[in-house]
């Protein structure tokens, strides 16, 4: 067996998982971890806040299906990482962060960046609701097996972040090891689910007038993309997909109605609510995607009768009570309900099909509204024409990147994606700023795609340093940032409650607005250019997408709009003062 210190372990053993980036900033609980990567395949990324660490770690994953290392120091480095790390958790992403921790001699002494008041070197705490699991190395010896139980928890079954403290003597200390060959040490199917529940599902879907698909992240994550359209297809049903899932079938397709919920498409919430049977695959059924569960607005659940499959089973039936409900992986389940439903009826047709005709009607109605928007060439232009002429421009399998906030609100219903893994957005934490980081993971995942991080200037300013990442490592990422001088989703809910005179300002005034082309030039970013008229927007898009390394488009866009500028048919309970 070699004799390895715990930064050697670490490195070989993430070789082994074909880890391909570590991600983080060196500090002091960390250099025995870093000095390992000195000769190591594993390539280091220096982001510049452990934040982005973490959301390019989610990006890559989101992009690829493929975990990330992460990487901190002790103390502050370690806890900027939670925000990340819970964005993760919240919408079941892997990766695996490690942390420094105090010398395990001097545990509960009080070092320098120890937080241990409740219990010594208690870090590891603070990660426990936002992780999968949380591990404490006290051993070198212990660190190989610790290393495979923290990849196996992170890739299987329901995916998620997981984190690894490694005390600082632990990282230095050597040991003779053998290292675990990971595929000998997790399963090598996936579950399928129970024949008799499969079959009662498939009779339901079979005997359904006006069944929906409505596949949730959990689709994604499995990679049942063919499965859901072959089914779709057979049943000729509706694909309500969430925002996590969409690219599950391609957007073009006549089946895809758009989403449910408080900004999901006309069509997609009224087949929804009005469907005889639902066969939810991956899916939570959030507040945003059910219009807070305000019956028969986006679900009415009963008198629709549900399937709902999740590899999860605190999933099933959590929000609405199940028909038939079925515990087992997204891609395996889907196939097993296709095939059992081929089995009872032959694919139906749509001729004649009042139930088809119906959803495209539907569909032409909600996308004429789309168009309207799109159409729209006033000056100072909406979010929408920037959304449209960014479609324009982006190839077909070119990814969309965007975190929390009016961007985000109108992308997600409106712009069409048409392949699997390219619709990059977080969903239940609704993480600002995440995106800045997280398109550079995904552009990493994928070096051949177009990538494009669609950012509110609010949002991009709470992550802006990352770009400086972007440009050290040469990452060809386009930063397309829609002006609107403030954080105005915020304004517009206050003034929607409360009015005017109640607003707490959030508004950013002449002096205290950045300029953006001045910080893109502070970073070094080859192209930069600010557009104030729809008819440049294109061209602008166009140079700055073929420049060779890191992009940089401005948009100044209106500063007030209703609803901010997304088109709501669903609801959204928000809780109101009481008198």
Request: with cysteine; hydrophobic share 35%.
């Amino acid at each position: 067996m070699p004799r390895l210190n715990g930064g050697e372990i670490i490195a070989r053993y993430l070789e082994k998982e074909g880890v391909e980036y570590l991600v983080g900033i060196p500090g002091h609980g960390s250099t025995n971890l870093l000095d390992a990567f000195n000769d190591s395949e594993v390539e280091v990324i220096q982001p510049r806040h452990e934040q982005g660490a973490t959301h390019l770690a989610d990006g890559y994953a989101r992009a690829s299906g493929n975990p990330l290392a992460v990487f901190t120091s002790i103390g502050p480095g370690a806890t900027n990482t939670v925000t990340g790390a819970a964005t993760a958790y919240v919408d079941s992403i892997p990766m695996v962060i490690f942390t420094g921790a105090p010398q395990t001699h001097e545990y509960g002494e009080g070092i320098l960046q120890e937080i241990e008041r409740q219990k010594p070197g208690d870090f590891p705490s603070v990660m426990e609701p936002v992780t999968k699991q949380s591990f404490v190395v006290d051993d070198v010896e212990r660190l190989p097996r610790i290393l495979r139980r923290a990849f196996q928890t992170a890739l299987s079954g329901r995916p998620g972040p997981v984190h690894i403290d490694v005390p600082m003597d632990v990282q230095g200390a050597a040991a003779d090891v053998e290292l675990p060959e990971p595929t000998e040490h997790r399963p090598h199917s996936r579950p399928g689910g129970d024949p008799d529940t499969v079959s009662d599902a498939a009779d339901l879907l079979a005997e359904a007038d006006r069944p929906v698909i409505v596949p949730g992240g959990g689709t994604m994550l499995a990679e049942a993309w063919d499965e859901v359209q072959e089914l779709a297809e057979h049943l000729q049903a509706p694909v309500i997909p969430t925002f996590q899932s969409r690219g599950i079938i391609p957007e073009d397709h006549e089946l895809f109605v758009g989403n449910a919920g408080w900004i999901g498409s006309s069509a997609g919430n009224e087949l929804a609510a009005n469907a005889d049977v639902i066969l939810a695959v991956g899916c939570r059924f959030t507040d945003m995607h059910t219009s807070s569960f305000e019956e028969g607005v986006s679900f009415e659940i009963p008198p629709s009768k549900l399937i709902h499959v999740d590899i999860d089973p605190q999933e099933i039936g959590k929000n609405y009570p199940v028909e038939v409900g079925i515990q087992g992986d997204a891609k395996v389940v889907t196939r097993q309900i296709t095939d059992a439903v081929q089995d009872r009826t032959d694919p139906v047709s749509t001729e004649n099909n009042e139930y088809y005709d119906e959803i495209q009607e539907l569909w032409a109605d909600w996308q004429a509204q789309v168009d309207e928007r799109w159409e729209n060439d006033e000056v100072p232009m909406s979010i929408s024409r920037v959304a449209r002429a960014v479609r324009e421009v982006l190839p077909r399998d070119g990814s969309i990147v965007t975190s929390a906030g009016q961007p985000q609100e109108t992308i997600n219903p409106e712009f069409p994606v048409y392949e699997p893994r390219t619709n990059i957005s977080c969903g239940g934490f609704s993480t600002m700023g995440w995106g800045v980081s997280a398109a550079i993971g995904a552009k990493l995942a994928n070096p051949e795609r177009t990538v494009v991080d669609f950012e509110g200037d609010g949002s991009f300013l709470m992550c802006n340093q990352e770009v400086a990442c972007a440009v050290e490592h040469d990452i060809d990422v386009n930063y397309v940032v829609v002006n609107n001088n403030g954080w105005k989703s915020i304004r517009n809910l206050q003034v929607n409650k409360y009015g005017w005179d109640r607003v707490i300002d959030t508004e950013f005034d002449d002096e205290t607005m950045v300029d953006f082309m001045d910080m893109a030039k502070s970073f070094n970013v080859g192209f930069s250019e600010r557009v104030v008229k729809p008819e440049n927007l294109n061209g602008v898009l166009e140079e700055a997408f073929a420049h060779d390394g890191p992009s940089f488009v401005e948009v100044v866009v209106e500063p007030d709009n209703p609803d901010s500028g997304a088109i709501i048919t669903g609801k959204w309970d928000l809780a109101d003062l009481e008198e």
